[in-house]
């Protein structure tokens, strides 16, 4: 059974950055293709970015592409989002997800993904 955790979230200011972490076990990592979620409070879960089992493609959503940068460590287990620029808009918990092969192509949408970690709280403050 794969297991997803996710670090790195807290209380920042605007314009502050922050680095989520997303540690892998318990499968086949560098299968895996990588997404980011967010879901802020009353809101349904949002996709944010996405990164190819190989990290030679990427894939953002319009709110924070230029600010965002997903990667990938097949060595360590483990995907990144490096967040930039951070706006009070960006509060939210955010997850990590794996979708592993066969992979389903929506990796704009949580259904797409096989595998979900618990979230990190992200809080942004104006």
């Known amino acids: 059974q794969v297991q997803l955790v996710e670090s790195g979230g807290g209380l920042v200011q605007t314009g502050d950055s922050l680095r989520l972490s997303c540690a892998a076990s318990?499968?086949?990592?560098?299968?895996?293709?990588m997404g980011w979620f967010r879901q802020a409070p009353g809101k349904e879960r949002e996709f944010v970015a996405a990164?190819?089992?190989?990290?030679?493609?990427?894939y953002y959503a319009v709110s924070v592409k230029g600010r965002f940068t997903i990667s990938r460590d097949n060595a360590k287990n483990t995907v990144y989002l490096q967040m930039n620029s951070l706006k009070p808009e960006d509060t939210a918990v955010y997850y990590c997800?794996?979708?592993?092969?066969?992979?389903?192509?929506?990796?704009?949408?949580?259904?797409?993904?096989?595998?979900w970690g618990q979230g990190t709280q992200v809080t942004v403050s104006s």
């Open positions: 997800a794996a979708d592993d092969p066969p992979y389903s192509g929506y990796y704009f949408l949580p259904l797409g993904y096989d595998y």
């Open positions: 990164i190819t089992w190989s990290g030679l493609s990427t």
């Open positions: 318990g499968g086949t990592f560098s299968n895996y293709a």
